[in-house]
């Protein structure tokens, strides 16, 4: 019933852009806090990003942190992921999925999915 897209990805040089989407249906998409996950061959999955269900809080993982952008337009039931100067090292199927943002400690946040994933966008940065 819950059906999640991703879209967006492709391959692009390295310092590129690319500007990924998650459209979801069949969920109350502006009650859900919602995030990106990759995972490259070979390395576990790892949260990128994660934006809570009114867009009042954000996190990244350092490794993106001033190079991504979250965020996401409820009206459309659609999540966004600006990615610029893109590197090798990103390289990854990325994965939107309806989350759960958890304040850990002052301005500090986790993020996890909760269940509702898409079918992914591969994104490769060739060098």
């Known amino acids: 019933r819950v059906q999640v897209v991703e879209s967006g990805g492709g391959l692009v040089q390295a310092g590129g852009s690319l500007r990924l989407s998650c459209t979801a249906s069949g969920l109350a998409f502006d009650t859900y806090d919602m995030g990106w996950f990759r995972q490259a061959p070979g390395k576990e999955r790892e949260g990128v990003s994660c934006?809570?269900?009114?867009?009042?809080?954000?996190n990244y993982a350092d490794s993106v942190k001033g190079r991504f952008t979250i965020s996401r337009d409820n009206a459309k039931n659609t999540l966004y992921l600006q990615m610029n100067s893109l590197k090798s090292e990103d390289t990854a199927m990325y994965y939107c999925?309806?989350?759960?943002?958890?304040?850990?400690?002052?301005?500090?946040?986790?993020?996890?999915?909760?269940?509702?994933w898409g079918q992914g966008t591969q994104v490769t940065v060739s060098s």
């Open positions: 934006i809570s269900w009114n867009g009042g809080t954000t």
């Open positions: 999925a309806a989350a759960v943002l958890v304040v850990t400690g002052y301005n500090r946040y986790t993020c996890g999915g909760s269940g509702y």
